[in-house]
């Protein structure tokens, strides 16, 4: 499944990014409108915007080395009506 594919207009936006020693976290927003098929479900032709974190370690080289991120899944798949929404 290619999330592109999913979502053909999706932005990537860094809110927040920060940097320490040998590491960037960023805080970032998710936008798109699910107009193909995702995780095995037809498109729903609605638009989301969710938050994700990357945490990435780079070496001494300058590239990446490690990489830790959280997305908020259940968020998009509420907004998406795929996932019952947050309760009252």
């Known amino acids: 499944m290619m999330i592109q594919a999913a979502f053909p207009d999706m932005r990537w936006a860094a ?7 040998d ?3 960023a805080r970032v927003r ?11 479900m037809p498109a729903t032709g609605k638009s989301a915007s969710v938050q994700a974190i990357d945490i990435i370690r780079f070496g001494e080289d300058g590239l990446a080395h ?7 899944m259940m968020g998009l798949m509420q907004q998406l009506g795929l996932a019952p929404g ?3």
């Open 66 to 72: 490690e990489h830790w991120g959280v997305f908020d």
């Open 23 to 25: 590491k960037v976290a």
């Open 15 to 21: 809110e927040d990014v920060l940097v320490a020693d």
């Open 30 to 40: 998710f936008t798109g409108t699910n107009d193909g098929e995702f995780i095995g």
């Open 86 to 88: 947050a309760p009252a």
